[in-house]
């Protein structure tokens, strides 16, 4: 099957017709497209150097904010209160960091210097949103992501203190059960977002869920607790 290269047009193909999950290639990260892009259920995901690469994975990571499980372990770690929480403090912050603190068998980032400019101008127009995680007055872990309507999509988190982005996660949550949100996509499986209770559906499920939730008004601006 062909590579569906993008054009200057505003416009994405089929996501059925995907081949590896990959929708298209090229394109750029503006604004508009981006969020066309996430309507659509497709995400950015590609190196430094290479063409744009737009995904919509055959099964997609979500975690239903009803299933969100907190463990023992972190249920003592917020108990101690030895951690600290913002939201939309300090996003440009959160994302360089998920970009350039080393993780466990993973060489380089996929978070390149466009997709920071780029996610950073959603943040300024109320369309992503971060959590920080403080410990003596340094940051030590957060998340990242877009809302749309309903409908938040995960992007990266990081941490540089044991348990720094599992207390991220739980506030995250929280303030997403508080807006009534229905669901976080974390795209793909990983892991540390398993633990939570996240699962893979089939694509068109995915679909439909996102369809129900993009009815919903987006809230747009910075996000408080």
Same mark, same amino acid.
């Given at each position: 099957?062909?590579?569906?290269?993008?054009?200057?047009?505003?416009?994405?193909?089929?996501?059925?017709?995907?081949?590896?999950?990959?929708? /298209?290639?090229?394109?750029?990260?503006?604004?508009?497209?981006?969020?066309?892009?996430?309507?659509?259920?497709?995400?950015?995901?590609?190196?430094?150097?290479?063409?744009?690469?737009?995904?919509?994975?055959?099964?997609?990571?979500?975690?239903?904010?009803?299933?969100?499980?907190?463990?023992?372990?972190?249920?003592?770690?917020?108990?101690?209160?030895?951690?600290?929480?913002?939201?939309? #403090?300090?996003?440009?912050?959160?994302?360089? /960091?998920? /970009?350039?603190?080393?993780?466990?068998?993973?060489?380089?980032?996929?978070?390149?210097?466009?997709?920071?400019?780029?996610?950073?101008?959603?943040?300024?127009?109320?369309?992503?949103?971060?959590?920080?995680?403080?410990?003596?007055?340094?940051?030590?872990?957060?998340?990242?992501?877009?809302?749309?309507?309903?409908?938040?999509?995960?992007?990266?988190?990081?941490?540089?203190?044991?348990?720094?982005?599992?207390?991220?996660?739980?506030?995250?949550?929280?303030?997403?059960?508080?807006?009534?949100?229905?669901?976080?996509?974390?795209?793909?499986?990983?892991?540390?977002?398993?633990?939570?209770?996240?699962?893979?559906?089939?694509?068109?499920?995915? #679909?439909?869920?996102?369809?129900?939730?993009?009815?919903?008004? #987006?809230?747009?601006?910075?996000?408080?607790?």
């Amino acid at each position: 099957m062909p590579i569906y290269w993008l054009t200057e047009q505003l416009s994405f193909p089929p996501i059925e017709g995907a081949e590896n999950g990959i929708v /298209a290639v090229g394109g750029d990260l503006s604004p508009e497209r981006l969020l066309l892009a996430y309507h659509k259920g497709i995400f950015p995901w590609y190196s430094e150097g290479e063409p744009i690469v737009w995904h919509a994975p055959e099964n997609r990571f979500i975690l239903f904010l009803d299933d969100f499980h907190v463990s023992k372990s972190l249920k003592k770690v917020l108990k101690k209160q030895q951690f600290s929480v913002t939201i939309d #403090t300090n996003f440009d912050g959160v994302i360089r /960091a998920c /970009a350039h603190v080393k993780r466990l068998f993973q060489n380089g980032t996929w978070i390149t210097n466009d997709m920071i400019n780029a996610y950073n101008k959603l943040h300024q127009l109320g369309y992503a949103h971060s959590v920080e995680v403080w410990q003596n007055k340094q940051m030590v872990g957060g998340i990242y992501g877009v809302s749309l309507g309903k409908c938040f999509f995960g992007e990266s988190m990081f941490h540089t203190v044991t348990n720094a982005s599992k207390v991220a996660m739980f506030f995250l949550v929280e303030l997403l059960k508080d807006k009534n949100f229905h669901f976080l996509d974390a795209q793909v499986h990983t892991e540390h977002v398993a633990q939570f209770g996240a699962k893979e559906i089939p694509r068109n499920e995915f #679909t439909s869920i996102l369809e129900k939730g993009l009815i919903m008004e #987006t809230w747009k601006g910075k996000w408080h607790f």
